[in-house]
DNA sequence: TCCTTAACCTAACAATTGTTTGTTTTTTAA
DNA sequence: TTAAAAAACAAACAATTGTTAGGTTAAGGA
């Protein structure tokens, strides 16, 4: 075990791991987890289906696979974003902002991570929660930051907004709305009064 | 065609037809349309699996009566809750609690209704959306009755509260939040300003 | 150059799936 | 009582599924 076994891997001219986990997002994201085949994946990415199994030993751990370059991608995106801001609400919105244009138009790994539920895949159900969830962490500290009225339930906020924003991908549609206004707005309407 | 034949169909003493979407209902709410076999559903009908092809033409047609039914029973009750009130935030909010009741706790057709989304079964996913967008449409009628700020778009905070409570089927878990207070709790935080 | 092994192919298997066909039982109307 | 219609059974089919086992090719260190 000298370390360099990985890179050896990676360096492999032949290596189409990253051709199968492109092809597994984006398929998951467009048709779902249980509608897509290992053929489907394999096929797009130009291989045959057997050969999957050299990467992955089951369609579970592709899922999986794909699931963790999610969090890593949207959480590096989102945190960045946040970053750039001071004020507590303009990171919030910010975060939000990226949040929304990484799981609408720019990562078919952060589509799977939104729109396939753990119910999809029982068997690794457990796995898929606590990706998710690790990711949804970075919310808590943005909103613990917030100067906030004291009967405000913190969880529950942060379970609202995370739900309101998420339930775009369902009826989300390129033209009326851009991501980026999804994403303000509602934080806005969280955050001034509407009456 | 006398218009009898209905209610002589539905008079048959060994007619089950209720017992095969209360099977459905159930498993779907549960398990999810895909990961329910068609042999599930006649089991716990207590059936064989050819039988249910008397009642409906196809698995996806069992969906299409599942979500019909559960439009009915859920703008049936939040209708009423809502009528119960006369003020414009307090009939929301009615709403509102009687919807997230009736997804998490009392109907397990409306829990299919907000689980099991169109992509599951493309083939009939416009009619399952235009179901969908028929009961949603109640909502309109209530927020636009809101004294709302006039920056304020009424199409987003619908879409915005729809999609906050659905989400709330992903995470709830009985004993902490009631789904009555997860209601409350969501209005409010739309309705008061938070910082 | 040789030889290990990563990477992929070929060809299938076993299980599960939605569905169909023909038959039987049960109910209802005449 | 009888015959037609309703409701269910019994048994399978055809297609699809995730997966596997063994063979083949080519890369890269020695």
Do not use: C
Not at 26 to 32: I, N, P, S
Not at 103 to 123: C, F, H, R, T, W
Not at 158 to 176: K, V
């Amino acid at each position: 075990m000298t370390g360099a076994t990985a890179k050896t891997k990676a360096s492999r001219a032949h290596n189409r791991l990253k051709a199968v986990l492109d092809a597994g997002a984006m398929l998951f994201a467009t048709k779902g987890y249980k509608a897509t085949t290992m053929r489907d994946i394999a096929s797009a990415a130009g291989m045959l289906p057997g050969s999957l199994y050299y990467h992955f030993a089951s369609k579970q751990d592709l899922l999986l696979a794909v699931y963790q370059q999610a969090v890593d991608e949207i959480r590096t995106r989102t945190e960045a974003a946040a970053a750039a801001e001071a004020e507590p609400w303009s990171r919030l919105e910010a975060a939000v902002v990226s949040h929304v244009e990484t799981i609408l138009d720019e990562s078919n790994y952060a589509k799977v991570m939104i729109g396939v539920v753990p119910l999809d895949a029982p068997d690794i159900a457990d796995e898929l929660t606590a990706l998710r969830d690790g990711y949804e962490r970075s919310f808590k500290t943005l909103i613990a930051a917030l100067p906030l009225d004291s009967k405000t339930d913190k969880k529950l906020l942060r379970l609202t907004l995370i739900g309101a924003i998420n339930a775009s991908q369902l009826w989300y549609r390129p033209g009326r709305y851009s991501p980026a206004r999804i994403g303000r707005e509602v934080v806005r309407m969280l955050r001034e009064p509407l009456g």
